[in-house]
């Protein structure tokens, strides 16, 4: 009996339309949560604005820190638009998630490619009671996932639903 190797053509209408996925959204204290590091982390820049700007007379010195509640401002923005888009799907074979507004990302990965999983919990995501689920694959770090802000038995069960499926391949 011989076995002929086939690789037939996918024309666009039979395409899997991933949009059609119902992706699993983040807990509402993840954006509290991404508020306040932010917050911290832009609470640098400012004072050192704030500071520099005693020097400066006139109107001018109003602009830097224009400038910079701008940027904060957007920089609230994009983690309150960007929130609603954040998810992931699980289906029988891979991962998707996806993330972003401005600089949209979706990245899938195949169980046959996972090599290994963990959870990590930083201590402001414990106050939140947060985690983040990381995915190590074959193919380097430029290829690994990490989906933060998933509460923590969620996170465990996807790490040993997603172990299980690897073993599977290996």
Not at 8 to 34: I, M, S, T
Not at 54 to 60: A, F, K, Q, R, T
Not at 105 to 131: A, D, M, W
Not at 132 to 149: C, H, M, R, V
Request: proline share 4%; net charge positive; glycine share 6%.
């Amino acid at each position: 009996m011989e076995i002929t190797w086939e690789n037939k053509e996918v024309v666009g209408d039979a395409l899997p339309a991933l949009e059609k996925v119902n992706f699993q959204k983040h807990p509402v204290r993840y954006k509290r949560y991404r508020y306040l590091v932010s917050g911290i982390l832009w609470l640098i820049p400012l004072t050192a604005v704030v500071i520099l700007n005693i020097s400066l007379e006139g109107y001018w010195r109003f602009l830097p820190i224009g400038i910079m509640l701008v940027l904060v401002a957007f920089n609230f923005a994009s983690i309150r638009i960007g929130f609603s888009r954040r998810g992931y799907a699980l289906r029988e074979r891979d991962l998707t998630y996806r993330k972003g507004w401005l600089f949209y990302s979706t990245t899938t990965l195949p169980f046959n490619r996972i090599q290994h999983t963990e959870v990590s919990q930083g201590p402001v995501e414990k106050k939140f009671e947060l985690c983040t689920l990381k995915i190590f694959t074959a193919g380097g770090s430029t290829s690994d996932l990490s989906i933060p802000g998933l509460e923590e038995e969620e996170a465990q069960q996807l790490r040993d639903y997603i172990s299980k499926k690897a073993a599977i391949y290996a």
